[in-house]
């Protein structure tokens, strides 16, 4: 089982960014998937989750709200996040991760597979 996260970069405030998280060896339709962040001296954070495809639900911790959408592509078995209205306090790595789940995600559930990360970078 593998997730690869990808789609990071600098960008400047107000600025977009999409991140892509491919699953393989996982059908990620059968399970929550979350967006984690870590900002240098700061705790992981929980930014959003989707829900398996049966229970399709979403969840955005309020920071991200109105700027952030989570979605998924079955047929590419990705995990998206878009990220519109980018600002400074944005940049940290973010994760991807994945747990098998089949009802309404959260980001406090015990994540069992990780991805490597991908650094944003918010310049002001």
């Known amino acids: 089982v593998q997730l690869q996260a990808s789609g990071g970069g600098l960008v400047r405030t107000g600025g977009s960014l999409r991140l892509s998280c491919v699953g393989s060896?996982?059908?990620?339709?059968?399970?929550?998937t979350a967006w984690f962040r870590q900002a240098p001296g700061k705790e992981r954070e929980g930014v959003s989750c989707?829900?398996?495809?049966?229970?399709?639900?979403?969840f955005y911790v309020d920071s991200v709200k109105g700027r952030f959408t989570i979605s998924r592509d079955n047929a590419k078995n990705t995990v998206y996040l878009q990220m519109n209205s980018l600002k400074p306090e944005d940049t940290a790595v973010y994760y991807c991760?994945?747990?098998?789940?089949?009802?309404?995600?959260?980001?406090?559930?015990?994540?069992?597979?990780w991805g490597q990360g991908t650094q944003v970078t918010v310049s002001s």
């Open positions: 989707i829900s398996s495809t049966n229970v399709d639900t979403t």
């Open positions: 060896g996982i059908e990620l339709n059968y399970y929550a």
């Open positions: 991760a994945a747990v098998p789940y089949l009802m309404s995600c959260g980001v406090n559930l015990d994540y069992r597979w």
